[in-house]
């Protein structure tokens, strides 16, 4: 297994994002000019009145991803770019419309686009971003129709994901494979696109596209999990989120249906807890992550985490990537998967 | 100029209908369940609890055009279902989306879906029927790279036509040139690659797929103002809507905009009209329908409406289309233009 170093990550990232924004900015300027403004103000180029605002908008992980695949193939960086731009549209478009659908009001401490510029612009917006992003490899030099038809795979899986995670609301018998499968989709796909885009466009063999794809779909299942450790565990000052968030959401995460699912007396107790109507006390809270954890869901999730971790990054063993590009990777795998509790 | 009979029209679409059906169901039967349950009720073939519904849904033109457009350059009706299908899905998508975007809360007489399922659910079935689009025509045999750009830069013309169409009801200063721009965008396209699509997948040469095209964006664009006709003077029973209906909801639409910018008193004391607060009376409705026909919008859309006929039937000349095509496309064509008013 490879040594993973995430402190790289910072770097390859902010490198991937200079890389991107000039071909990012020029097609989302081709939208309609309020659906222009409401994904300018969404991605943080700009305040509600299209003022430019200072910072360069998200981190950047799915087009560092991206470019790295057509490195991976002995591509130059800028192969990848069409592919980059694509996977970031397409992320975007699914934040939009989660935000609406999950009733989210603030991302990175501004309200939602659907709060600043009503819902009707915001699905818009989102539908547009997502039309852009496969115009954009559609017109791209390179094997543009294959990477189109990546993109559009992985957008339909992850379209399932949200569907799979809304209905997981109303069910307590979600299993821990249901919910891995769902983060497959939801999150595991565009990470898995972004991953092999670049050499599918430089047009790379087949099995090292499917391969690259490993690598993300992996790593991708990896971060929800982590992300589901966070929800319960991580730190308000780490996380930028109450504590025990995911509980008092009633999220089905990773732990919490390991813990439902285990059939013991924890297991009963929480299903109570969860079932039990209005917003649940903090001391209801601090009891049901003590019920997760010794119903061995934080173990379990910490497992599942690593396993595919080690998944992803054996999917990158003997394809002859470039030491730089596989050490490159492996940060950003780092990055995604060790995020302080 | 063809002789338009729009009497084989209820035929042709018939016809569409019953080859395209069974594809386009198992389109639909690919989506995650809760999706296909809201699209499924959406096309009218089920009710909210997924029971089967009589009736095959909608009146089928575009999947009509696509399968036509095949036969237009001699393929087997067979190689433009899949065009049918993926036009017919983006159309739908269009409107579960605009549904929710406008308010509407009834479509064919039944609750839309966002108000029979919630917003969430029907900005993501929206999603999934346009991604599903996409893989139909991707998967396909024949060309179906190409049709499927035809088909994305269509859906972003029509998202572009939307968004202007949501920024005309702010505005007092719309022109006939913008409102016919407009509908070329959010009616033209999707006809227009409805009529192209069969014979792009069906490997034609360029300058045919362009002038099928032609026909159906200026069929869009007739089809747009007929409509906006019968927004204002369609007979209730008719149109199935109230009298007036587009100036209750003081629309913009052509007779509207060209009223509006005539320049003279009528387009003041229109305007005037426009601007009152709260809901106008049936008086006032009147008065506004009297002022627009008075101010020539009327004989201005009819204009429009039969000049964008003649340029979509005359597209179709020089072509070599089979001839018993050729009238089933003029049936098409009268029929979606001469509506009773």
Known sequence: MTVADSSLAP???????????????AAVARLEPPLARVSSYHMGWADTEGRPMPGNGGKAL???LALLSAEAVGAPTGEGVPGAVAVELVHNFSLLHDDLMDGDE???HRPTAWKAFGPGLAVLAGDGLLVLAEQVLMESSGQGDRAAKLLTDATAALIDGQSQDLSFETRMDVTVEECLAMAGNKTGALLACASAIGAALAGADQVVVDRLYAFGHNLGI???AVDDLLGIWGRPEVTGKPAWNDLRQRKKSVPVAAALTSGGSNATALAELYATPGDLTEDQLALAARLVEEAGGRIRTEVEAQRHLELALASLDGLGIPE??????AALAAFTTTREL
Not at 14 to 19: I, K, Q, S, V, W
Not at 20 to 25: C, D, I, M, S, V
């Open 11 to 25: 770097v390859v990232l902010d490198r991937a994002r200079e890389a991107t924004q000039p071909a990012l900015r």
């Open 62 to 64: 799915r087009p560092a």
């Open 106 to 108: 603030e991302r990175r």
């Open 222 to 224: 990896a971060f929800q």
């Open 324 to 329: 730089v590009t596989r050490t490159d990777l």
